[in-house]
């Protein structure tokens, strides 16, 4: 029976794949829109498509983390409201190697408060020293559901993830704990069920072509035990 589960959730992450790509190939507005950005430091600039999935699941503002080099030589965060209006910045005195998005503190009305709790801000610093391997191209928190609590997955990993967990849920699927899957480029992604208080939550890491799956899941059981000093 459980073979069977993984095969149709790999069936449907093919499809996922093959209808996030066309759609983002095409500029489809279903999954990107334009907003611009000012580098609060020195104030370029910069026009930049983003996930529309993410700012609709979003209860309020949704932090995004603008790495070096993308607007500007600055990295900073923009808070976006629910119409994809930036409501304010923040400058940061550390670098952001990946473009983040995750829900700010206030939004937390579906996760019991969560994320506004320091666990949660000590798992996303975890995430993001996880991305300092340069294998790793992307890690990410997500509700069962799909929502987005934290992810800093490249774009087409980011949509096709959401709308995984989405299916999974909508199948009653949830009870997969764990799921490896490998992408035609040979990019591996490997998601786990984490559970806090109750609630439970999955933990995304996604690995470059060259990372075997044995390699990644000691990555996903050392970042596992990290988590479970801090919970």
């Not at 095969?7 to 449907?12: A, D, H």
């Not at 990993?157 to 799921?179: A, C, D, G, P, Y």
Request: proline fraction near 2%.
């Amino acid at each position: 029976m459980k073979s069977g589960l993984n095969l149709n959730v790999l069936k449907f992450w093919k499809e996922i794949i093959m209808n996030a790509q066309t759609g983002i190939n095409q500029g489809n507005e279903e999954f990107l829109k334009e907003i611009i950005i000012r580098c609060p430091q020195c104030s370029t600039n910069k026009k930049l498509k983003i996930p529309k999935k993410v700012i609709d699941q979003s209860k309020q503002l949704t932090t995004i983390s603008i790495p070096s080099n993308l607007c500007c030589e600055h990295s900073f965060q923009a808070f976006v409201d629910k119409n994809f209006i930036v409501r304010g910045y923040q400058k940061v005195d550390f670098e952001f190697s990946h473009m983040e998005f995750y829900e700010s503190s206030e939004g937390s009305y579906d996760t019991e408060g969560f994320t506004s709790k320091p666990i949660f801000q000590q798992i996303i610093q975890l995430l993001r020293d996880c991305i300092e391997d340069k294998d790793i191209l992307g890690s990410g928190m997500f509700t069962v559901e799909g929502k987005v609590l934290y992810s800093s997955l490249p774009q087409t990993t980011l949509f096709n993830t959401i709308r995984e967990f989405e299916v999974r849920s909508e199948q009653h699927l949830i009870s997969l704990k764990k799921m490896y899957l490998e992408l035609d480029n040979s990019e591996k992604f490997i998601s786990t069920i984490i559970s806090f208080n109750g609630l439970k939550f999955n933990l995304v890491l996604m690995f470059s072509f060259r990372t075997k799956f044995g390699m990644g899941n000691l990555h996903m059981r050392d970042l596992l035990k990290k988590i479970e000093k801090i919970n």
